[in-house]
């Protein structure tokens, strides 16, 4: 389910495992790839939503830092690691390059964002779809195009509209979590939540504002989903 809620400890036991400390996670099973995304103003990162509402331009990673001491941030992001192995952004440039030469279908990637310290939302899953160089003025950085699937639930082939599917940006995500003060504004459960749209996309709704955004849990959103015609 689009925009669902976890804690950090929920996002590592639905991935089975015991921590997720890299943000670019290259198959963590047979099926898909997870990458954590962070819009918050002290993310290392540069993650984007572009104005499309369902593409997501995501920053490589850099270099692990060393006992010399030098900064990651002057140096550019790596394809390969020291011992000539792919790093995490290799892996990821490797599936686009083999997708456009016709030897690989696309990545699917489950995108997992950050909205606040240890409150994370599943934004859901993407194709990757291509790669970039950039050069920020300092050095070269990779940035990872990925967009929304019409494929969400990947073990059982569900399908979504996508001319009815928008992103919610994180900055309205935090502003309705504090508003609805992390619970259903229905029933008031801080179990199985996710961010609604009060009046669905395909009925004029929109993901612009914190109005027509709430916090309901999987029970109450049922409910209303059964109401709607």
Request: net charge positive; glycine share 6%; charged share 30%.
């Amino acid at each position: 389910m689009i925009d669902q809620i976890y804690s950090y400890r929920e996002m590592c036991d639905i991935e089975n495992v015991q921590t997720l400390q890299r943000g670019m996670n290259f198959r963590m099973n047979h099926r898909y790839s997870v990458i954590l995304m962070s819009r918050r103003s002290n993310a290392p990162y540069s993650d984007k939503i572009l104005e499309d509402s369902i593409t997501i331009e995501y920053e490589g990673h850099d270099a692990p830092k060393t006992s010399y001491e030098i900064n990651p941030k002057t140096l550019d992001q790596p394809k390969l690691t020291r011992n000539g192995t792919l790093t995490q952004n290799g892996k990821f440039i490797e599936s686009v390059e083999k997708y456009k030469k016709d030897t690989s279908e696309l990545e699917k990637v489950k995108v997992y964002e950050k909205i606040l310290p240890g409150v994370w939302s599943l934004k859901g899953f993407f194709d990757l779809i291509d790669y970039k160089i950039n050069h920020d003025g300092k050095r070269n950085v990779f940035i990872f195009s990925l967009k929304l699937s019409d494929e969400q639930d990947v073990e059982t082939n569900g399908h979504i509209d996508l001319k009815h599917t928008r992103l919610i940006s994180s900055e309205i995500k935090k502003e309705v979590w504090q508003r609805d003060k992390g619970k259903c504004v229905i029933c008031g459960s801080i179990k199985n939540l996710h961010f609604d749209h009060d009046l669905p996309f395909s009925k004029g709704g929109t993901s612009l504002t914190a109005k027509n955004i709430r916090l309901l849990c999987a029970k109450c959103n049922l409910a209303k989903s059964d109401k709607i015609e």
